[in-house]
């Protein structure tokens, strides 16, 4: 089983910038796709982006397009969610997901079997 934890959430004003980051260990990181999550209070969980095996391809919600990034770092078993121009409608918990031995990346949440605890990330307007 693989273990997800999530780090580099908090408070910023709207136009800047965070980076979360997801540390992955009990299993082989560098089979597993990648995926970032997102839910705010009374809302459904949203889909945000997510980054095939090696990293060569990536897929993100249209409403982060352009804003946000991912990478992974196969030798250090971490993905990375680099967040700029932040809008106070991307107030929210922001979690890691892992899909195990799995070629093929997916914006559907029940594709993935692993998930992290969430990190806060709250933009003030």
């Known amino acids: 089983q693989v273990q997800l934890v999530e780090s580099g959430g908090g408070l910023v ?6 980076r979360l980051s997801c540390a992955a260990s009990g299993r082989t990181f560098s089979t597993d796709t990648m ?3 997102r839910q705010a209070p009374g809302k459904e ?10 990293g060569g391809f990536t897929i993100f919600a249209d409403s982060v397009e352009g804003r946000f990034t991912i990478s992974r770092d196969n ?12 809008k106070p409608e991307d107030t ?3 979690y890691c997901a892992g899909r195990r031995n799995s070629g093929v990346i997916s914006r559907d949440g029940d594709a993935y079997d692993a998930w992290g605890q969430g ?3 709250t933009v003030s307007s």
Do not use: E
């Open 92 to 94: 929210a918990v922001y």
């Open 45 to 54: 969980r949203q889909f945000v982006a997510a980054i095939s095996r090696a």
């Open 13 to 18: 004003q709207a136009g800047g910038s965070l």
């Open 75 to 86: 030798a250090k078993n971490t993905v990375t969610l680099q967040m700029n121009s932040l």
């Open 119 to 121: 990190t806060q990330v």
């Open 35 to 37: 995926g970032w999550f």
